[in-house]
């Protein structure tokens, strides 16, 4: 009977301890870009230590099999003096005690529980269990109940916070029933707690340059009655105490709601790029509590560099040579029609030297080879060709003046996606190996891959290159066209690089956009024709060689494009003719920028001046005998002036302002 006893003393206890702490409060569905969603946990007691505890959440999907999307461990954690934590995005209001990315909940049918144990214990795919289940709530948004879920959990209940887009949170009642209402994070579901003071940090803009001054402005909704001393850092990785100056512990005074400090901005000389700062509070005692906390503020770095060449819009020539290895090519001569496409791609898929990178990797490559030359702080964005700060990276669900990573070929005509570990940037020197039957690869092939503006990436889906009105892509309107040849070189380099894709006259529909063809043909030709390789391409093309060890050879060898699809398709290819004949016409078109004429210097003998639009479609023909100056009269815009000279031919870009 005593043991009897015990046990169930035993039993009592170990329930009492493990049901100290519930699911109080959970928002998994915020209107538009679900940055506000959070999770609160409550304790029965007060300031409760979290160690040895870990939340979960599953996926209630079918793709999702009911198993672990993302795991938090609590260890080194505590809830507040109410019993409350709040785990949530920076963008909760108050700030959470626990930080996790935006919009990584799930909205439902799915689930969020409470267990005793470790983060190890969860790998993702873990299926939802009772073994070691503190507590565990069910919930949807307007979806059918997940009644697999709900049994592995033991739960009998699953619980709507409103249809898509609510404002609502789901949260739990004293008598543990739950309710749908406005949000109530760092409060008790009830009305019943201890108040607290949020202060709230702000400060007139969100990026200064360097050398400038700034306040930090701190307030309390209602005069504080007694003084409150405070510290904050503006720590961020590179950013440290070395590159600004000001008081960073202030004091809101008895009587008072408000206090400001001055923070100035070293400008040094150093080029450290663009950096954020982050204000983060290092001390606040309850009843003080962040409203707002990690402000992050812009820091430009006036110390930028400029590169020796141009970028796409005012494009410079033979001012970057090809990092190509001595006799890169040389397999290449006499050889033609299959037989010179098979070498090429025996050259730029060799399993034995090429390597494959991750898809998380091509954010460092792209930052390296796209990067603006009138600004090193910036990468160069393909379409809109503008400069947009490297910092400006996308990393949430909001595109709006971001950039990310565009592929060139579309991965849905293509037929790669992310495969396991893509989003792993491990660097240039862990590599997977990789070859022409490897099309998975072509996912995070840097050579077709651009930085581009968020919206526009969008806007351009996965559309054939060409006419707009037989459903093909040129570009957004108000541009040059600056990009033309770079991606009809990019997508020639993939046809040849990766067995399973095609290019195509015409323009393929959408439901045959995953057999691995792409069109227009025609027009990406005419792109490479009248859009040659410039200095910026090669500059771009030696940096993802550092990281591939392949190279496109139509940057290197443009002549190579007629040779496999062109007008030259049959003849023998001889590089050394090749080159020679790229060499040997050597002129100069300025000014450019032009308006009403142009000076030509470099013409020996007769030549022929074509002028074409960037859409290839020819607009004027001079013929000029040597050095000459040609007035003209073209609209505002950027034209291709074809040169030809003793048979030889050369293409200059020239902007008409």
Not at 203 to 224: K, L, R
Not at 443 to 466: F, I, W
């Amino acid at each position: 009977m005593k043991k009897q006893f015990s046990l169930l003393v035993i039993l009592f206890v170990c329930q009492f301890t493990f049901s100290q702490i519930v699911i109080n409060e959970l928002d998994c569905d915020t209107p538009s870009t679900d940055d506000k969603e959070f999770v609160e946990l409550k304790s029965d007691t007060p300031n409760f230590a979290l160690d040895g505890y870990v939340l979960v959440f599953f996926n209630g999907s079918s793709s999702g099999g009911d198993a672990s999307y993302f795991t938090v461990a609590l260890d080194g954690y505590q809830t507040d003096i109410n019993g409350l934590f709040v785990i949530g995005s920076d963008t909760v209001v108050p700030f959470p005690q626990l930080l996790i990315s935006a919009n990584t909940i799930q909205n439902g049918a799915d689930a969020v529980a409470i267990y005793s144990g470790s983060e190890s214990d969860f790998p993702e795919g873990t299926v939802a269990t009772q073994t070691n289940l503190i507590d565990a709530l069910v919930y949807d948004t307007s979806d059918s109940d997940d009644a697999v879920l709900m049994a592995l959990l033991g739960v009998t209940e699953q619980i709507n916070e409103g249809s898509s887009n609510n404002t609502n949170s789901i949260q739990r009642l004293q008598d543990g029933s739950y309710v749908s209402t406005t949000p109530t994070p760092r409060a008790d579901n009830d009305g019943i707690s201890e108040s607290y003071i949020a202060i709230t940090m702000a400060t007139d803009q969100e990026q200064y340059n360097e050398g400038e001054s700034f306040d930090i402005v701190f307030s309390t909704d209602e005069n504080v009655t007694e003084d409150i001393t405070f510290s904050f850092t503006l720590d961020n990785y590179g950013f440290n105490t070395s590159d600004f100056s000001g008081n960073t512990t202030v004091t809101i005074p008895n009587g008072a709601n408000t206090v400001s400090t001055t923070i100035t901005i070293i400008n040094d000389t150093f080029d450290e790029g663009d950096e954020e700062l982050i204000i983060k509070y290092v001390n606040l005692d309850w009843p003080y509590i962040a409203n707002n906390n990690f402000l992050k503020l812009r820091v430009n770095d006036d110390d930028f560099t400029v590169a020796p060449f141009g970028t796409p819009l005012n494009p410079t020539y033979d001012v970057v040579a090809s990092t190509q290895p001595a006799g890169y090519y040389d397999s290449l001569d006499g050889l033609a029609d299959t037989s010179l496409r098979q070498a090429l791609q025996d050259i730029i898929a060799d399993p034995n030297i090429v390597r494959a990178q991750t898809y998380a990797d091509i954010i460092d490559i792209l930052k390296e080879a796209d990067q603006n030359p009138a600004n090193s702080n910036q990468v160069w964005l393909v379409y809109t060709e503008q400069g947009r700060a490297k910092l400006d990276y996308q990393l949430t669900s909001d595109s709006n003046g971001k950039w990310n990573r565009e592929h060139t070929y579309p991965r849905s005509r293509g037929g790669f996606y992310n495969i396991e570990e893509d989003e792993i940037a491990d660097g240039v020197d862990v590599f997977w190996t990789t070859k022409a039957d490897s099309l998975r690869h072509g996912n995070s092939d840097a050579h077709a891959l651009r930085a581009v503006d968020g919206p526009e990436n969008s806007s351009r889906n996965n559309n054939n290159y060409g006419d707009p009105n037989l459903g093909g892509y040129n570009g957004p309107e108000n541009t040059d066209g600056s990009f033309y040849g770079d991606v009809a070189r990019s997508v020639l380099y993939m046809a040849v690089r990766y067995n399973g894709l095609s290019l195509v006259n015409g323009y393929p529909v959408d439901e045959d956009a995953n057999d691995g063809t792409l069109g227009d043909l025609a027009t990406l030709l005419e792109w490479h024709r009248n859009d040659p390789p410039d200095d910026f391409e090669m500059n771009r093309n030696n940096v993802v060689y550092t990281w591939q060890f392949n190279r496109n050879p139509f940057i290197d060898q443009p002549d190579l494009v007629e040779y496999i699809w062109g007008n030259q398709i049959g003849a023998t290819w001889d590089q050394e003719l090749s080159i020679a004949e790229n060499n040997e016409l050597k002129v100069q078109v300025y000014p450019n920028p032009a308006t009403n004429k142009v000076s030509i210097n470099g013409l020996l003998n007769q030549a022929e001046v074509e002028v074409f639009s960037v859409e290839g479609r020819k607009i004027k023909t001079y013929n000029v005998n040597g050095n000459s100056v040609l007035h003209i009269n073209l609209s505002s815009g950027m034209y291709v002036f074809k040169i030809t000279s003793e048979g030889k031919s050369t293409f200059k870009k020239i902007v008409i302002q």
